[in-house]
C-alpha cells in the first residue's frame, strides 16, 4: 500500500497562500489522495480529495502531478484558524487499507 | 451535514478488561473504518470493514481486537483483553461509495490503567 511522506512542519503568515506538499510515489491506480487536518485530538477534518485531475472546492485547491506520485494542498489564504495538522492520505477505493503520513504541522503566524 | 457519532467519549478501564467502542456511521454509507491514535503520534490504520466483513487490517489489529456490525447501523470495536499500550484516541470513520470523502467520528479517548 502507498506511503505518503509530507515534511513535518511550515509556517504561513496570515493571508497568505499555504502550500502543503505530499508524496505518495507509490500510489496505485485505484488510490485517491485525500487531505485531512487535526486541530488538537479532534476527529479529522475533510478538506479534499481527489484521483488525477486538480481539485477546488470552498476551502481549498487539490494539485496532482500528472504521474500521481505527489499532491500539493493549497489554502488561498490563510487564517489563524487554519493552524492544525494536516494529513495527506492514501485510500485505496476497494475498502482497503488507508495509509496516515505523518502529518505536516501548519502555523500560520499573524 | 451528516455525522459519525461515537460512544463513549472518554472510557477507562482497568488492564485484562474488555471494552466495547461504539459507532453510529451514516445511514446508507458502505465501507467503515476505524483508527487509532496515541497521544503525540499521528493516526493509525486498524481495520477497514465492507459487506459484512473485514477488507484489510494492520499488523496492529491482532486477535485481541474485534469488529462487528451487529444490527446494520452499530459499527463496535471491541478489545478482548485490553492492555496498557492501548490507551489511545479511537476514530470510527464511514464513507459511501468509492471515491467519496470519508467522515471520521470525534473519537473514543480509552485509558486503560
Redesign the interface.
Known sequence: DAKTTQPPSMDCAEGRAANLPCNHSTISGNE?V?W?R?IH??????II?G?KNNETNEMASLIITEDRKSSTLILPHATLRDTAVY?C?V?????????????TTLTVKP | EPEVTQTPSHQVTQMGQEVILRCVPISNHLYFYWYRQILGQKVEFLVSFYNNEISEKSEIFDDQFSVERPDGSNFTLKIRSTKLEDSAMYFCASRGTMGEKLFFGSGTQLSVL
Request: glycine fraction near 14%.
Open positions: 485517491y485525500y485531512y487535526q485530538s479532534q476527529g479529522p477534518q475533510y480529495h484521483l494529513y492520505i485510500l485505496n477505493t476497494n475498502a482497503g487499507k488507508s495509509t496516515f503520513g505523518d502529518g
